[in-house]
């Protein structure tokens, strides 16, 4: 069973940063961050394959950074310059033996 954990999140200023992180329970190929704002689609932020290959969201990009630790089974979002739009919970996912998971949700609030 794959378990997703995050942490990080909370309330930031415009321009500011914040750090997320998900750990999870087995070794994953594909780990990413999605994020959801209210009544719109979850959408890509960034993810990141073993391998290193990593794709971003085209609104996220030069301002996040996604990293990953393959021993420890985890993946980090660095979130700077964060803007107002950016406001949406954030969610880890996966994909394992071809079906998705995903993590609780963490909240992220931008203030102007």
């Known amino acids: 069973q794959v378990r997703l954990v995050e942490s990080g999140g909370g309330l930031v200023q415009a321009g500011g940063s914040l750090r997320l992180a998900c750990t999870a329970s087995?070794?994953?190929?594909?780990l990413g961050w999605y994020r959801q704002a209210p009544e719109k689609q979850r959408e890509l932020v960034a993810r990141v394959l073993s391998s290193g290959v990593t794709q971003y969201g085209d609104s996220v990009k030069g301002r996040f950074t996604i990293s990953r630790d393959n021993a420890k089974n985890t993946v980090d979002l660095q979130m700077n310059l964060l803007k107002p739009e950016d406001t949406a919970v954030y969610y880890c996912?996966?994909?394992?033996?071809?079906?998705?998971?995903w993590g609780q949700g963490t909240q992220v609030t931008v203030s102007s």
């Open positions: 996912g996966a994909i394992f033996i071809g079906r998705p998971y």
């Open positions: 087995v070794s994953i190929s594909s």
